[in-house]
């Protein structure tokens, strides 16, 4: 005589029955996909047959045709399929993979140990700035998506309000070879006399006005991901500068002989940073180079150099190229003010001007 099956067992025997089938439906309609910022790797099955696309975002299956899928290069394993982007997927981004009849989506999570994008120096770095300035270097931690970058940068004033045409935003943004620093302009035409938006608007920054600089924290890294804070860089400002820098008033601490002490320029007022830089060189009677490091401190007012090798007795000469600019974009040749018929002849070369000093 066949034993009556009580309720509780049915009950087992039905959760049993029904986990079975959720789990046999999942691994028919799911087969296994995983992925990482380099690739996406999914198990071959039939239903991965035919197209494979991958969006960015995530985005409905009626609107496939209409955007442009991720670039990348498609293979085909013995039992997976493995796409790899051309430019590898970002973190904190949303995307949509299609592959044969199955639609899949996944977010690439911002590691805990992940360093997220500060800025970590600014120039000019004074905080007592002439009228006239001229441009803003900001060094970030790490290189930058230069994509509307200029969006992201602001000047505001005492009161917290925007200024209008501040900075000029160029189409394809001025960023070193190692993405790290940008280089902002304040708008020339506003910053030179004479010049249309100058005579409609007037210089961007008035005499005895306090500023702050702004880089919005919707800046974001090379990766796609934003700054944790806005920074704020706060100056004042103070007469306009219309003297070219003069080489000849500044003063020069040299070196001692057979050591690697530094060479230190003191220029009485603080130079432009980015025209500055791989601009000077210091060579021996021969003409040979001396390799070493330059750095500036106090405010980009004083330079110093320090060579590989140890200094030798004898005579040197400084070599500064003519285009080294102080802050309102006056080099050692012209005022940022001259007339274009003021430069010098474009058939003539620039000289290039010299400093000398001996070690004894």
């Known amino acids: 005589m066949a034993r009556e099956i009580t309720a509780p067992v049915r009950f087992v025997l039905f959760v049993v029955i029904v986990f079975f089938t959720v789990l046999e439906i999942y691994s028919q309609t799911s087969p296994e996909f995983t992925f990482n910022k380099e690739y996406?790797?999914?198990?071959?099955?039939?239903?991965?047959?035919?197209?494979?696309y991958v969006y960015r975002g995530e985005i409905p299956k009626d609107e496939f045709s209409s955007i442009n899928p991720v670039l990348g290069k498609l293979i085909e394993e013995k039992t997976s399929i493995r796409f790899?982007?051309?430019?590898?997927?970002?973190?904190?981004?949303?995307?949509?993979?299609?592959?044969?009849?199955?639609?899949?989506y996944f977010v690439l999570d911002i590691p805990e140990e992940y360093e997220y994008l500060s800025v970590t120096s600014i120039y000019p770095s004074a905080k007592t700035l002439p009228s006239n300035l001229l441009k803003w270097y900001i060094q970030f931690s790490h290189p930058?998506?230069?994509?509307?970058?200029?969006?992201?940068?602001?000047?505001?004033?005492?009161?917290?309000?925007?200024l209008p045409r501040a900075a000029l935003s160029l189409e394809n943004?001025?960023?070193?070879?190692?993405?790290?620093?940008?280089?902002?302009?304040?708008?020339?035409?506003?910053?030179?006399?004479d010049l249309i938006p100058n005579?409609?608007?007037?210089?961007?920054?008035?005499?005895?006005?306090?500023?702050?600089?702004?880089?919005?924290?919707?800046?974001?890294?090379i990766n796609g991901i934003s700054m944790h804070d806005n920074f704020i860089h706060s100056f004042q400002i103070t007469n306009a500068d219309r003297i070219k820098p003069d080489i000849n008033s500044w003063k020069i601490q040299a070196p001692k002989v057979n050591s690697k002490s530094r060479l230190l320029i003191s220029c009485h007022e603080p130079l432009d940073y980015g025209s500055t830089q791989n601009s000077i060189t210091v060579i021996n009677t021969k003409?040979?180079?001396?390799?070493?490091?330059?750095?500036?401190?106090?405010?980009?007012?004083?330079?110093?150099?320090?060579?590989?090798?140890?200094?030798?007795?004898?005579?040197?000469?400084?070599?500064?190229?003519?285009?080294?600019?102080?802050?309102?974009?006056?080099?050692?040749?012209?005022?940022?003010?001259?007339?274009?018929?003021d430069t010098i002849s474009s058939h003539i070369l620039p000289k290039v001007h010299k400093i000398k000093f001996s070690i004894k």
């Open 40 to 52: 996406i790797t999914v198990k071959k099955d039939v239903k991965t047959s035919g197209n494979f």
């Open 84 to 104: 790899t982007p051309l430019i590898p997927f970002g973190w904190n981004q949303k995307y949509t993979v299609v592959y044969g009849d199955t639609i899949e």
């Open 144 to 162: 930058i998506n230069e994509t509307h970058i200029y969006d992201h940068i602001r000047f505001i004033n005492a009161v917290g309000d925007t």
């Open 173 to 193: 943004a001025l960023i070193s070879n190692h993405g790290k620093l940008l280089t902002v302009w304040v708008e020339p035409g506003r910053q030179k006399r």
């Open 199 to 221: 005579k409609q608007l007037g210089p961007v920054f008035k005499n005895e006005n306090s500023y702050k600089l702004v880089v919005l924290k919707k800046l974001k890294d």
């Open 287 to 341: 003409g040979e180079k001396i390799n070493g490091n330059w750095q500036f401190t106090d405010h980009e007012s004083t330079m110093f150099f320090t060579p590989l090798h140890p200094w030798k007795k004898g005579n040197y000469n400084i070599l500064l190229q003519p285009h080294i600019e102080d802050l309102a974009g006056n080099n050692l040749d012209r005022l940022f003010d001259s007339e274009i018929t």
